[in-house]
């Protein structure tokens, strides 16, 4: 059962949009009235959205495979999301690791985490940010063991409501 990551292409995006509102909604649904999550999934996670975004030159997506099976993705931007925060001359974001919602705690976010800091070393950043649900404590944990802190607080809109969250960042 080794992990292999790879490069996502535009066949991928159906199996990545699925898993993202898979992971979404299992981590986060119980927050969010019906429509607002229909909304957000829908701007965030569909097929569409997800093959455009693995076209686009400026952001990187790589797939976690477990015998052969999508187990996570990231996708990181190469562009600063909170230039006004940044403490870095080229920041760039990490804008979303997923996983499984059954395979949290197999190493996949670990690995695709080591791709990350990588890929954003060899694109010349400086400086990594994401975004962190203020209750999500639990991924607080994984990325201050990855070298991130908080560094400010910042909103996340989900349909029509606004939650609060917590910049961090971490120095390349």
């Given at each position: ?11 991928d995006?159906?199996a990545?949009?699925?898993l993202?509102?898979?992971?979404f909604t ?12 229909a ?6 996670h569909a097929?569409?959205?997800?093959r455009?975004?693995i ?13 052969g ?6 996708k ?5 999301g909170w230039?006004?925060?940044a403490?870095g001359?080229h920041?760039i ?6 996983t499984?919602?059954d ?11 080591g791709?990350?800091?990588?890929e954003a070393?060899a694109?010349?950043?400086?400086e ?7 209750g999500?404590t639990?991924?607080?944990r994984?990325?201050?063991?990855h070298?991130f ?16 969250e917590f ?6």
């Amino acid at each position: 059962m080794s992990l292999v990551l790879r490069p996502a292409t535009p066949a991928d995006a159906a199996a990545v949009a699925a898993l993202g509102r898979a992971g979404f909604t299992a981590a986060f649904g119980h927050l969010y009235q019906p429509e607002n999550l229909a909304a957000f999934l829908a701007d965030s996670h569909a097929e569409e959205v997800t093959r455009a975004q693995i076209d686009n030159p400026a952001l990187r997506t790589m797939l976690a495979e477990r015998d052969g099976a999508l187990v996570g993705f990231c996708k990181l931007v190469l562009a600063c999301g909170w230039p006004e925060l940044a403490r870095g001359h080229h920041a760039i974001e990490l804008k979303q690791l997923y996983t499984a919602p059954d395979t949290t705690g197999g190493g996949i976010g670990t690995s695709l985490m080591g791709w990350a800091l990588a890929e954003a070393r060899a694109a010349g950043a400086d400086e990594v940010q994401l975004s962190v649900w203020c209750g999500n404590t639990g991924a607080q944990r994984f990325y201050a063991r990855h070298g991130f802190a908080k560094v400010g607080d910042v909103e996340f809109h989900v349909g029509s409501q606004v939650d609060h969250e917590f910049l961090f960042a971490r120095l390349l």
